[in-house]
């Protein structure tokens, strides 16, 4: 979606192109390191794309901190080729570690930080009329030896006034075919991603999502959203759309404004929202109306097992864990799928309380719970204060993080404990969910079988005893999940 709405703002004034390489290179697998299996065009590939076009700027997007590394490769081999480009790297890692990733890599001339629909058409207007960076907002650039900051002050005030992204721009049967999704598992073979808002005003510990898009909840017109998920299901033939950031519902009001016109334009979209849903907005209306809608499976942020995590460490300040229980049973009421996340490992939290989180796991009741163990996140309130205490040292590399390995220790706890604590949580949940729904399950799991039991194999090599063995298969897995593809 970044690069996309990127395309769509540039293209009245440039000739542009996107490069998806995670998609145009599903079928292609590969672990490098071997913590993290890579999917997508190789370097060299990427590279004969960017030479082929020519471009005098490069811009690469890293949404997550483990593609830094990829990111890296890119702008080197690019510049290599040819050392007049402009390369440009966008995203959240390199937004908030941006002085460290120029640093990093020489081969990278700026960085734009955050949102950057505005700024990065007022960064090339600046380099094409060889104007100065320094009034520019949000942008991290080279300035003689040094690095030069301005930090990011200004978000987009009306989401309207933005284009469509420019998915004419991708091949749209490429999704198809590879039927990779957000969440866990996908209802029809071609899914597209839309967001109803930006901006949230919530300031949860471990995430940064209120510092790169900015505090205020921007949302979009209920017309603008349905209209772009008309136009998808007309002009593609989109037959699921995968709501993204957390805050759909965020507004009762506009959020079931926003199912209403669903329902009233008969669109024939199955819905999910893998992100998940502010579960204090929802009420009996609010289910009916997403199930009516289209709505058919949901993500249910519990995240903690205790009331006390929630509150006092997570910062959750509406968070009920009995109100929680009670939005699981009505949108299972509904018949709309209930997954739900959980989070092991924060500073702050005991090992008692972990335990309070799987009996919560339990108790849900969900078609799947997933358990998490708690990372660093660049730009977390977490991350700072890991730092400020020195459980966490400056030099840790972010691009680690795996949301299976727990990455620091406390007082209270070490890293071993936590793994194993969220391991088999998981197991034992994921056990006890297959025997209170099995025959739910098995039709999800079968849709893609092959990919699935390479997945849970994968996850076993995540138990430090059982890392060997899973590795002298890996060849066998590698193979079963390539089978996923078409």
């Known amino acids: 979606l970044g690069i996309a709405y990127l395309a769509a703002v540039l293209r009245d004034r440039y000739e542009v192109r996107i490069l998806d390489a995670s998609i145009e ?16 065009l190789d370097p060299e590939e990427v590279q004969r794309r960017i030479e082929a076009f020519a471009p005098d700027v490069l811009g690469v997007s890293c949404v997550f901190s483990p593609q830094y590394p990829l990111l890296q490769d890119i702008v080197r081999r690019a510049k290599a080729a040819d050392p007049d480009l402009i390369t440009v790297a ?74 469509r992204p420019a998915r004419d721009l991708l091949d749209m049967s490429r999704y198809e075919k590879a ?46 959203v349905v209209d772009e998920i ?57 289910v009916r109306l997403m199930r009516e809608a289209g709505c058919y499976e949901v993500y249910l942020p519990f995240e903690s097992g205790s009331e006390r995590v929630l509150k006092e460490v997570m910062r959750k300040r509406f968070a009920n864990t009995e109100h929680a229980l009670e939005v699981a049973e009505l949108f299972r009421s509904y018949g709309i799928r209930t997954l739900a996340y959980f989070m092991m490992g924060l500073p702050g939290e005991t090992l008692e309380e972990m335990r309070d989180t799987y009996r919560m796991a339990v108790r849900s009741k969900v078609f799947m719970p997933i358990i998490f163990v708690a990372q660093p996140l660049p730009g977390s309130d977490m991350t700072a204060a890991l730092h400020q205490s020195g459980d966490l040292p400056r030099s840790y590399r972010f691009e680690n993080n795996r949301y299976v390995k727990s990455v620091f220790h406390t007082g209270e706890w070490s890293s071993e ?42 996850y076993l090599r995540n138990v430090r005893k059982l890392q060997p063995a899973i590795d002298r298969i890996d060849p066998l897995v590698r193979r079963l999940e390539s089978m996923r593809i078409g």
């Not at 334009?265 to 009996?284: E, H, I, K, Q, Y």
Request: aromatic share 10%; charged share 30%.
């Open 179 to 224: 039927c990779i999704t957000h969440g866990v598992f996908q209802d029809r073979k071609l899914a597209a991603s839309v967001i109803s808002s930006r901006g949230c005003p919530k300031r949860c510990v471990y995430c940064s999502s209120s510092v790169f898009w900015g505090r205020r909840f921007r949302p979009r017109s209920p017309e603008a």
């Open 417 to 458: 404990q936590v793994e194993h604590m969220a391991h088999s949580s998981f197991i034992k949940a994921q056990l006890l969910a297959f025997v209170r729904q099995p025959e739910e399950l098995w039709r999800s799991y079968l849709r893609q079988p092959f990919y699935w039991s390479a997945s849970f194999i994968r």
């Open 230 to 286: 008309e136009d998808l299901q007309r002009r593609y033939g989109v037959e699921e759309i995968q709501f993204e950031y957390d805050n759909l519902t965020l507004r009762p009001a506009r959020a079931k404004a926003i199912f209403r016109s669903m329902i009233e334009r008969g669109l024939t979209v199955r819905f999910s929202l893998p992100n998940g849903v502010a579960m204090n907005t929802v009420d009996d209306e609010m």
């Open 90 to 163: 966008g995203g959240t890692h390199p937004s908030f570690l941006a002085e460290e990733v120029l640093a990093e890599t020489p081969e990278l001339d700026l960085v734009v930080l955050g949102e950057a629909e505005e700024s990065f058409p007022a960064l090339l207007r600046a380099l094409e009329h060889g104007s100065s960076l320094d009034d520019l907002d949000g942008l991290c650039w080279r300035d003689g030896d040094g690095v030069r900051l301005s930090p990011k002050t200004k978000f987009i005030k009306n989401l309207d006034s933005l284009p």
């Open 25 to 40: 290179g599903a079928d292609e697998v590969r672990l490098d390191p071997p913590e993290f299996e890579i999917r997508g």
